[in-house]
């Protein structure tokens, strides 16, 4: 076992420690830089398309949702789940990061949706011909609006069924989070020592 003796006044050493463990007791200033790197990380996540916090890419579209899907990728429909990324400090020690929208959980964690059965119609764009105006090189129709003078109505009826929806993790830590969360620690540590004086 090795041991270290320190003798004489040592005021000033127990100072400077007492100094870095008020500020290793209270991350407050460090989780709220933490708490924003996260944020703006999880929202850059969903626009890039992913992949999730562990690398791993998140599972396409099905053919059937890109028929009538409306926002730009992958978690991208209306930009609420997007807007909503939000962190919020649990006491001195820890930050939690999340949306508020329901439907967040089953986008994490995925899991299994129950439809009841329904009908109704759907308006599709035209050409002069009527032909059905399609997007993304002939992928899907076009939706038409109201206001559309070219247009052909279709009548669906869908039976009660259920929908698998895959995990697409938004949530988490990368590897570059981990760095990241590491140096802002480190820089809170470190500012602590920097601004301590002698008593």
Not at 110 to 115: D, V
Not at 153 to 173: D, K, N, Q
Request: aromatic letters at 4%; a positive charge; glycine letters at 12%.
């Amino acid at each position: 076992m090795v041991q270290i003796k320190i003798e004489g006044n040592t005021r000033i050493l127990a100072h400077a420690l007492q100094g870095l463990a008020r500020a290793a007791q209270d991350l407050s200033p460090a989780l709220g830089h933490i708490g924003e790197a996260m944020k703006t990380s999880t929202q850059n996540r969903i626009l890039a398309g992913g992949p999730g916090p562990d690398g791993q890419s998140w599972p396409a579209l099905s053919p059937g949702y890109l028929l009538i899907k409306k926002g730009p990728g992958l978690l991208r429909e209306s930009g609420q789940l997007l807007d909503t990324i939000t962190w919020k400090l649990k006491g001195d020690q820890a930050v939690a990061i999340g949306s508020n929208k329901v439907y967040a959980a089953i986008h994490q964690f995925g899991g299994i949706i129950k439809l009841g059965a329904r009908s109704g119609s759907l308006r599709l764009r035209t050409d002069a011909k009527g032909q059905l105006l399609r997007q993304g090189g002939g992928k899907g129709a076009i939706f038409a609006k109201k206001t559309h003078k070219r247009f052909v109505e279709r009548v669906f009826e869908s039976a009660a069924h259920e929908v698998t929806m895959p995990a697409r993790p938004f949530l988490g830590m990368s590897l570059k989070d981990q760095d990241e969360t590491l140096a802002i620690i480190r820089e809170h540590l470190q500012r602590a020592l920097e601004n301590l004086k002698r008593p």
